[in-house]
Protein backbone atom coordinates (compact mmCIF):
# COMPACT_ATOMS: atom_id res chain seq x y z
CA UNK A 1 0.00 0.00 0.00
CA UNK A 2 1.21 3.50 -0.76
CA UNK A 3 2.40 6.13 1.95
CA UNK A 4 -0.47 8.93 2.90
CA UNK A 5 0.32 11.72 4.95
CA UNK A 6 -2.65 13.92 6.88
CA UNK A 7 -2.48 16.55 8.63
CA UNK A 8 -2.80 15.65 12.64
CA UNK A 9 -5.60 17.59 13.32
CA UNK A 10 -8.34 20.71 11.74
CA UNK A 11 -11.09 22.62 13.16
CA UNK A 12 -14.07 23.50 11.30
CA UNK A 13 -17.29 25.07 12.30
CA UNK A 14 -20.78 23.64 12.52
CA UNK A 15 -22.54 24.07 8.96
CA UNK A 16 -19.15 24.78 7.06
CA UNK A 17 -17.66 22.92 4.52
CA UNK A 18 -14.64 20.59 5.91
CA UNK A 19 -11.67 19.84 3.42
CA UNK A 20 -9.42 17.11 4.35
CA UNK A 21 -6.27 17.00 2.42
CA UNK A 22 -4.41 13.64 1.88
CA UNK A 23 -0.97 12.77 0.29
CA UNK A 24 -0.03 10.18 -1.62
CA UNK A 25 2.26 10.51 -3.71
CA UNK A 26 3.95 7.08 -4.48
CA UNK A 27 0.32 5.61 -5.27
CA UNK A 28 0.37 2.98 -8.12
CA UNK A 29 -2.19 3.02 -10.58
CA UNK A 30 -4.53 0.26 -9.31
CA UNK A 31 -4.45 1.54 -5.60
CA UNK A 32 -8.04 2.97 -4.85
CA UNK A 33 -8.17 6.12 -2.11
CA UNK A 34 -10.30 5.01 0.53
CA UNK A 35 -11.83 7.26 3.57
CA UNK A 36 -12.43 5.75 7.06
CA UNK A 37 -13.84 7.36 10.05
CA UNK A 38 -13.59 6.66 13.35
CA UNK A 39 -15.70 8.16 16.22
CA UNK A 40 -14.31 7.90 19.45
CA UNK A 41 -14.41 4.49 20.73
CA UNK A 42 -16.17 2.82 18.21
CA UNK A 43 -15.45 1.19 14.81
CA UNK A 44 -14.07 2.75 11.65
CA UNK A 45 -16.94 3.53 9.42
CA UNK A 46 -16.65 3.37 5.53
CA UNK A 47 -16.82 7.06 3.79
CA UNK A 48 -15.82 7.08 0.72
CA UNK A 49 -13.68 5.62 -2.16
CA UNK A 50 -11.99 6.09 -5.36
CA UNK A 51 -9.92 5.00 -7.87
CA UNK A 52 -9.48 8.27 -10.68
CA UNK A 53 -12.58 10.04 -10.72
CA UNK A 54 -14.54 12.30 -8.51
CA UNK A 55 -16.80 10.26 -6.43
CA UNK A 56 -20.03 11.89 -4.65
CA UNK A 57 -22.32 9.75 -2.05
CA UNK A 58 -24.50 10.75 0.93
CA UNK A 59 -22.02 11.00 3.39
CA UNK A 60 -19.21 13.09 1.53
CA UNK A 61 -17.35 14.03 -1.72
CA UNK A 62 -13.69 12.76 -3.00
CA UNK A 63 -11.80 15.02 -5.12
CA UNK A 64 -8.62 13.74 -6.45
CA UNK A 65 -6.17 14.92 -8.55
CA UNK A 66 -5.35 14.03 -12.39
CA UNK A 67 -1.99 12.68 -11.18
CA UNK A 68 -3.51 10.80 -8.65
CA UNK A 69 -1.10 12.16 -5.65
CA UNK A 70 -3.48 13.81 -3.32
CA UNK A 71 -7.32 13.69 -2.46
CA UNK A 72 -9.57 15.74 -0.56
CA UNK A 73 -12.25 14.54 1.06
CA UNK A 74 -15.20 16.95 1.67
CA UNK A 75 -17.95 16.86 3.90
CA UNK A 76 -20.35 19.76 2.75
CA UNK A 77 -21.89 20.81 5.72
CA UNK A 78 -20.00 19.42 9.16
CA UNK A 79 -22.62 19.07 12.16
CA UNK A 80 -21.14 18.22 15.39
CA UNK A 81 -21.51 14.37 15.58
CA UNK A 82 -19.32 14.66 12.63
CA UNK A 83 -16.33 14.97 15.41
CA UNK A 84 -13.61 11.88 14.56
CA UNK A 85 -10.53 11.02 13.02
CA UNK A 86 -10.70 10.79 9.14
CA UNK A 87 -7.55 8.29 7.83
CA UNK A 88 -7.01 8.22 4.19
CA UNK A 89 -5.60 4.98 2.30
CA UNK A 90 -4.17 3.63 -0.08
CA UNK A 91 -4.72 0.36 -1.23
CA UNK A 92 -5.60 -2.11 -3.73
CA UNK A 93 -6.49 -5.20 -1.67
CA UNK A 94 -9.01 -6.37 1.21
CA UNK A 95 -6.10 -5.05 3.61
CA UNK A 96 -6.32 -2.04 4.84
CA UNK A 97 -3.35 -0.04 7.06
CA UNK A 98 -4.12 2.76 8.66
CA UNK A 99 -1.95 5.63 8.79
CA UNK A 100 -2.17 8.38 11.81
CA UNK A 101 -5.45 9.72 10.31
CA UNK A 102 -6.89 13.53 10.99
CA UNK A 103 -8.36 14.58 14.02
CA UNK A 104 -11.43 16.54 12.63
CA UNK A 105 -13.15 18.80 15.55
CA UNK A 106 -15.74 20.17 14.92
CA UNK A 107 -17.51 23.68 16.87
CA UNK A 108 -20.82 24.95 17.51
CA UNK B 1 -24.04 -1.85 4.35
CA UNK B 2 -23.04 -4.81 5.63
CA UNK B 3 -23.67 -5.89 9.60
CA UNK B 4 -20.61 -6.65 11.34
CA UNK B 5 -20.63 -7.48 15.30
CA UNK B 6 -18.45 -7.91 18.23
CA UNK B 7 -18.95 -9.69 21.44
CA UNK B 8 -18.24 -8.97 24.40
CA UNK B 9 -17.93 -5.46 23.96
CA UNK B 10 -16.00 -4.95 26.54
CA UNK B 11 -13.92 -7.25 28.88
CA UNK B 12 -11.62 -7.04 32.27
CA UNK B 13 -10.09 -10.31 32.95
CA UNK B 14 -6.92 -10.99 35.49
CA UNK B 15 -3.34 -11.14 34.09
CA UNK B 16 -3.02 -15.04 32.92
CA UNK B 17 -5.61 -15.58 31.96
CA UNK B 18 -7.10 -15.99 28.21
CA UNK B 19 -9.91 -14.11 26.94
CA UNK B 20 -12.16 -14.86 23.68
CA UNK B 21 -13.13 -12.27 21.39
CA UNK B 22 -16.13 -12.98 18.85
CA UNK B 23 -16.20 -11.06 15.15
CA UNK B 24 -19.64 -12.69 13.49
CA UNK B 25 -20.95 -11.10 10.17
CA UNK B 26 -24.70 -10.43 10.39
CA UNK B 27 -25.99 -10.59 7.15
CA UNK B 28 -23.12 -11.86 4.72
CA UNK B 29 -20.91 -14.54 4.84
CA UNK B 30 -17.21 -13.60 4.99
CA UNK B 31 -14.39 -15.76 4.37
CA UNK B 32 -11.82 -13.57 5.34
CA UNK B 33 -11.92 -10.56 8.29
CA UNK B 34 -9.26 -9.15 9.69
CA UNK B 35 -8.29 -8.73 13.18
CA UNK B 36 -6.70 -5.15 14.37
CA UNK B 37 -5.76 -4.01 17.95
CA UNK B 38 -5.81 -0.02 18.46
CA UNK B 39 -4.02 1.47 21.94
CA UNK B 40 -5.14 4.69 23.09
CA UNK B 41 -4.89 7.84 21.18
CA UNK B 42 -2.82 5.30 18.33
CA UNK B 43 -4.31 4.40 14.80
CA UNK B 44 -5.47 1.02 14.10
CA UNK B 45 -2.64 -1.74 13.54
CA UNK B 46 -3.37 -4.51 11.84
CA UNK B 47 -2.59 -8.24 13.28
CA UNK B 48 -3.72 -10.75 11.42
CA UNK B 49 -6.27 -11.51 8.17
CA UNK B 50 -8.45 -14.47 9.04
CA UNK B 51 -9.05 -16.93 6.62
CA UNK B 52 -12.34 -19.04 6.88
CA UNK B 53 -10.87 -22.90 7.10
CA UNK B 54 -7.51 -22.04 7.22
CA UNK B 55 -5.37 -20.62 9.55
CA UNK B 56 -4.25 -16.78 9.76
CA UNK B 57 -1.84 -14.70 8.45
CA UNK B 58 -0.07 -13.02 11.01
CA UNK B 59 1.69 -9.31 10.51
CA UNK B 60 5.16 -9.07 11.04
CA UNK B 61 5.73 -9.10 14.84
CA UNK B 62 2.19 -10.32 15.85
CA UNK B 63 2.86 -13.75 18.20
CA UNK B 64 0.39 -16.08 16.59
CA UNK B 65 0.98 -18.03 19.45
CA UNK B 66 -0.58 -15.29 21.83
CA UNK B 67 -3.34 -14.23 19.91
CA UNK B 68 -5.13 -17.47 18.28
CA UNK B 69 -7.54 -16.77 15.68
CA UNK B 70 -9.95 -19.34 14.41
CA UNK B 71 -12.47 -19.15 11.92
CA UNK B 72 -14.30 -22.27 11.70
CA UNK B 73 -17.71 -21.07 9.81
CA UNK B 74 -18.20 -18.29 7.51
CA UNK B 75 -19.98 -16.34 10.11
CA UNK B 76 -17.78 -16.06 12.88
CA UNK B 77 -14.14 -15.41 13.65
CA UNK B 78 -12.59 -15.64 17.29
CA UNK B 79 -9.69 -14.26 18.93
CA UNK B 80 -8.40 -15.54 21.85
CA UNK B 81 -5.58 -13.40 23.60
CA UNK B 82 -3.86 -16.45 25.86
CA UNK B 83 -2.33 -15.54 29.42
CA UNK B 84 -3.32 -12.39 29.02
CA UNK B 85 -0.72 -9.13 30.59
CA UNK B 86 -1.24 -5.66 31.50
CA UNK B 87 0.21 -4.66 28.24
CA UNK B 88 -2.27 -6.29 26.02
CA UNK B 89 -5.10 -4.03 27.36
CA UNK B 90 -5.96 -2.36 23.96
CA UNK B 91 -8.99 -2.04 21.76
CA UNK B 92 -9.63 -4.95 19.45
CA UNK B 93 -11.91 -4.63 15.97
CA UNK B 94 -12.40 -7.00 13.65
CA UNK B 95 -13.76 -5.99 9.85
CA UNK B 96 -14.80 -7.40 6.86
CA UNK B 97 -15.58 -7.02 3.10
CA UNK B 98 -19.09 -8.04 2.65
CA UNK B 99 -20.08 -10.41 0.31
CA UNK B 100 -21.60 -7.01 -1.98
CA UNK B 101 -19.01 -4.71 -1.02
CA UNK B 102 -17.33 -3.54 -3.77
CA UNK B 103 -13.48 -2.30 -4.46
CA UNK B 104 -12.47 -4.07 -1.26
CA UNK B 105 -14.58 -1.82 0.81
CA UNK B 106 -14.28 -2.82 4.23
CA UNK B 107 -17.37 -3.13 7.10
CA UNK B 108 -16.39 -2.45 11.13
CA UNK B 109 -17.30 -4.25 14.32
CA UNK B 110 -17.86 -1.95 17.18
CA UNK B 111 -14.59 -3.05 18.51
CA UNK B 112 -13.46 -5.17 21.75
CA UNK B 113 -11.98 -3.12 25.11
CA UNK B 114 -10.19 -5.34 26.89
CA UNK B 115 -8.47 -4.66 30.13
CA UNK B 116 -5.93 -6.96 31.96
CA UNK B 117 -5.39 -6.20 35.55
Known amino acids: DAKTTQPPSMDCAEGRAANLPCNHS???????VYWYRQIHSQGPQYIIHGLKNNETNEMASLIITEDRKSSTLILPHATLRDTAVYYC?????????FGTGTRLQVFP | GAVVSQHPSWVICKSGTSVKIECRSL??????MFWYRQFPKQSLMLMAT?????????EQGVEKDKFLINHASLTLSTLTVTSAHPEDSSFYICSSGGDTSTDNEQFFGPGTRLTVL
Open chain 1, 89 to 97: IASNTDKLI
Open chain 1, 26 to 32: TISGNEY
Open chain 2, 50 to 58: SNEGSKATY
Open chain 2, 27 to 32: DFQATT
